[in-house]
């Protein structure tokens, strides 16, 4: 089945406390990206990726780092996270880079950073 | 001015009504215009998209946009429960892809 997946779908962490959220897919997608989304603000881009080693920076990507380092693989990583960052992430990929390729989301990950 | 604008509702209806959906938009480089579904604990997924001002029918969906008045809406015939959900409005430039804030969508039997 052609999907998107996320783990850990749950996380609740501690300020601080260095975490990796991976995301996978199985389509071949060259485009990745990951976002964030919160009450009242909606979806955000944190980062994206165009393809294996190519990666810049979305809306609102204080305090996250990403790598592509394979194609099917773009882990979403807070090195150090604040209550701030609390929040569900998104992760998606689409076979094109165009704005207008469509988007395939993962399941979610809801993070709670105490 | 805020670049998209969407009620975030709820907006409550009975099962069979006509549902009417909206967004507004101020940058004029937005070219491309979807709608995404997104369910309770679920990834949005695309449901409709158009480049051109008009409507764009898909079974009971009908997207339309208003690129002289800045205006997309989508409209959900004979609404079903399975139709409760958020609905993302979203719009894509050159090199950007703007998101709604949603509008939850309840659909009562």
């Known amino acids: 089945e052609a999907q998107v997946t996320q783990n850990p779908r749950y996380l609740i962490t501690v300020t601080g406390k260095k975490l990796t959220v991976t995301c996978s897919q199985n389509?071949?997608?060259?485009?990745m990206s990951w976002y964030r989304q919160d009450p009242g603000l909606g979806l955000r881009q944190i980062y994206y990726s165009m393809n294996v080693e190519v990666t810049d920076k979305g809306d609102v990507p204080e305090g996250y780092k990403v790598s592509r380092k394979e194609k099917r693989n773009f882990p979403l990583i807070l090195e150090s996270p604040s209550p701030n960052q609390t929040s569900l992430y998104f992760c998606?990929?689409?076979?094109?880079?165009?704005?207008?390729?469509?988007?395939?989301f993962g399941p979610g990950t809801r993070l709670t950073v105490l | 001015q805020k670049e998209v604008e969407q009620d975030p509702g709820p907006l409550s209806v009975p099962e069979g009504a006509i549902v009417s959906l909206n967004c507004t938009y101020s940058n004029s480089a937005f070219q491309y215009f979807m709608w995404y579904r997104q369910y309770s604990r679920k990834g949005p997924e695309l449901l409709m998209y158009?480049?051109?001002?008009g409507n764009k029918e898909d079974g009971r969906f009908t997207a339309q946009v208003d690129k002289s008045s800045k205006y997309i809406s989508l409209f959900i015939r004979d609404s079903q429960p399975s139709d409760s959900a958020t609905y993302l409005c979203a719009f894509a430039g050159y090199s950007t892809l703007t998101f709604g804030k949603g509008t939850m969508l309840l659909v009562s039997p």
């Open positions: 158009t480049y051109s001002s």
């Open positions: 389509m071949n997608h060259e485009y």
């Open positions: 998606a990929s689409s076979l094109g880079s165009s704005v207008t390729d469509t988007q395939y």
